[in-house]
């Protein structure tokens, strides 16, 4: 059974950072196409940033570039999400996504991931 688990959620003033870490653990030997997405209460899960397989390609949503950037370790099917500049609208709980689709595109639709960990939540006091 394919689980995912984040960690590195957390409170923080307004231009701080965080770091957002989520591992792959069951299905190992699978390579996955990995995401964040966020969510806040009474509104749809929305892609923050999406990665390949192998790391060559990312897409962040408009409000997030140049301020967090997406990294995989594909050997260990582990992706980070540095974020910089937090302002108080990123505040959210941010979910990882690990997809199966045989794909060389990023994936940047809900519907295209198989796996959600349980979320971590991010606060962002101004």
């Known amino acids: 059974q394919v689980q995912l688990a984040e960690s590195g959620g957390g409170l923080v003033q307004a231009g701080g950072s965080l770091r957002l870490s989520c591992a792959v653990s069951g299905r190992t030997t699978t390579s996955y196409y990995m995401a964040w997405f966020r969510q806040t209460p009474g509104n749809e899960r929305e892609l923050v940033a999406a990665?390949?397989?192998?790391?060559?390609?990312?897409a962040y949503a408009d409000s997030v570039k140049g301020r967090f950037t997406i990294s995989k370790v594909h050997a260990k099917n582990t992706v980070f999400l540095q974020m910089n500049s937090l302002k108080p609208e990123d505040t959210a709980v941010y979910h990882c996504?690990?997809?199966?689709?045989?794909?060389?595109?990023?994936?940047?639709?809900?519907?295209?991931?198989?796996?959600w960990g349980q979320g971590t939540q991010v606060t962002v006091s101004s």
């Open positions: 990665i390949t397989r192998g790391g060559g390609m990312t």
């Open positions: 996504a690990a997809g199966l689709r045989f794909t060389n595109v990023v994936v940047t639709e809900t519907a295209g991931y198989n796996y």
